[in-house]
T-cell receptor, first 113, second 114 residues
Framework: AQSVSQHNHHVILSEAASLELGCNYS??????LFWYVQYPGQHLQLLLK??????LVKGIKGFEAEFIKSKFSFNLRKPSVQWSDTAEYFC???????????FGSGTRLQVQP | DVKVTQSSRYLVKRTGEKVFLECVQD?????MFWYRQDPGLGLRLIYF???????EKGDIPEGYSVSREKKERFSLILESASTNQTSMYLC?????????????FGSGTQLSVL
């Protein structure tokens, strides 16, 4: 079954620092990958997704992710974080059999002003 | 914009009670999902549904059931609540068509079982 792993559980950065959150998936076939974000007190929302084409995907709020098939990775990046990026970030993979998402355990990002 | 509404933001129940969590979406989405969110475990899929009266088990269906009598409403039922079902419950819906379309989430129901 398709699954994703997020190894960074809690990341603390200062404003203007660069961000990279890791996501590794386990599936050898065609994958559909997503990053969702949950800001404090808000519902989950989609940051970006990859399903084919250019492996560098750009999302909202200046985030991007790179799909690297050889490394089974889909890491989330942002060149310069802001305090407002404080949130929990979830990587997810589409289970093609079920047509439902399987989420990772999440990474809590804390940006200090 | 799509709205997914969960009937309660906070709920406190006692062990053994039957609990109903309601979710309504207003955009005629066929696909609806129930997840639970726990710290360090992320979101885990409980049940999902692709159409009225249709349901499929997710990864952790034990202790739960669902009902989808109308397209817009997807209910999660805890037949006999237990303390290990204390969690944040998230409902989501997705438009028909390609399964890689984004999910629309509700605000969640924080359930405490005492």
């Amino acid at each position: 079954a398709q699954s994703v792993s997020q190894h960074n559980h809690h990341v603390i950065l200062s404003e203007a620092a660069s961000l990279e959150l890791g996501c590794n998936y386990s599936y050898g076939g065609t994958v559909n990958l997503f990053w969702y974000v949950q800001y404090p007190g808000q519902h989950l929302q989609l940051l970006l997704k990859y399903f084919s084409g250019d492996p560098l995907v750009k999302g909202i709020k200046g985030f991007e992710a790179e799909f690297i098939k050889s490394k089974f990775s889909f890491n989330l990046r942002k060149p310069s974080v802001q305090w407002s990026d404080t949130a929990e970030y979830f990587c997810a993979i589409l289970n093609t059999g079920r047509r439902a998402l399987t989420f990772g355990s999440g990474t809590r990002l804390q940006v200090q002003p | 914009d799509v709205k997914v509404t969960q009937s309660s933001r906070y709920l406190v129940k006692r062990t053994g009670e039957k609990v109903f969590l309601e979710c309504v979406q207003d955009m005629d989405h066929e696909n609806m999902f129930w997840y639970r969110q726990d710290p360090g475990l992320g979101l885990r899929l409980i049940y999902f549904s692709y159409d009225v009266k249709m349901k499929e088990k997710g990864d952790i269906p034990e202790g739960y059931s669902v009902s989808r009598e109308k397209k817009e409403r997807f209910s999660l039922i805890l037949e006999s609540a237990s303390t290990n079902q204390t969690s944040m419950y998230l409902c989501a819906s997705r438009p028909p068509g390609r399964p890689n379309e984004k999910l629309f989430f509700g605000s969640g129901t924080q359930l405490s079982v005492l």
